[in-house]
């Protein structure tokens, strides 16, 4: 089932942002995995978090945000 795999999918990049919470791809790659998840609020609130981790993310994390909330994202 697709869905599963896609709760899976979002189960690992969680347990790779717990082990490594300062690793900004880590937490792209659960963003997307959000996404994928059909969660729009909780890709943006790892995005957000991830530059508060390291600010230099910032222009990025914004453009993907904007992409999310214009739905281009998805």
Do not use: C, H
């Amino acid at each position: 089932n697709l869905d599963f795999l896609k709760m899976i999918v979002k189960s690992i990049w969680k347990v790779f942002v717990e082990q490594s919470p300062t690793n900004i791809n880590y937490r792209k790659g659960l963003a997307g995995a959000y996404l994928l998840n059909n969660q729009k609020e909780e890709a943006i609130r790892v995005l957000e978090e991830a530059v508060v981790i390291d600010p230099s993310f910032e222009t990025e994390a914004k453009n993907y945000i904007e992409q999310i909330r214009s739905g281009k994202m998805k």
